[in-house]
């Protein structure tokens, strides 16, 4: 069974947050410092990109539309109606 002990993110391996992670939810305060709560090393999640525990930033979606043969499509979908 698991104890609850408060955290002392100054005393532990925790990092202050980076610039990236201002405006996150995750974000606790301590002796004048900012902590991520959820992530030791705050810098290490934005090296690849964005964050997946950022609160504050969402991915962007690129949808890219696909131009489909007319002729492909017509054969496909004939195909299917005479295999009924």
């Known amino acids: 069974m698991q ?8 005393d ?3 990092q202050p947050i980076i610039e990236k992670c201002d405006g996150c939810d995750r974000i606790v305060e301590e002796n004048s410092n900012q902590y ?3 992530y030791v090393n705050p ?3 934005w090296r ?3 964050c997946n525990f950022a609160t504050h ?3 962007e979606i690129k949808v890219a539309k696909v131009r ?3 002729l492909k499509a017509a054969k ?4 299917k109606r005479r295999g009924k």
Do not use: E, M, Q
């Open 3 to 10: 104890t609850s002990k408060a955290v002392n993110y100054s």
């Open 12 to 14: 532990g391996p925790f």
């Open 36 to 38: 991520c709560k959820t």
């Open 43 to 45: 810098a290490a999640k």
């Open 48 to 50: 690849l990109g964005i």
């Open 57 to 59: 930033a969402k991915p």
């Open 68 to 70: 489909i043969n007319p």
């Open 76 to 79: 496909r979908a004939s195909s």
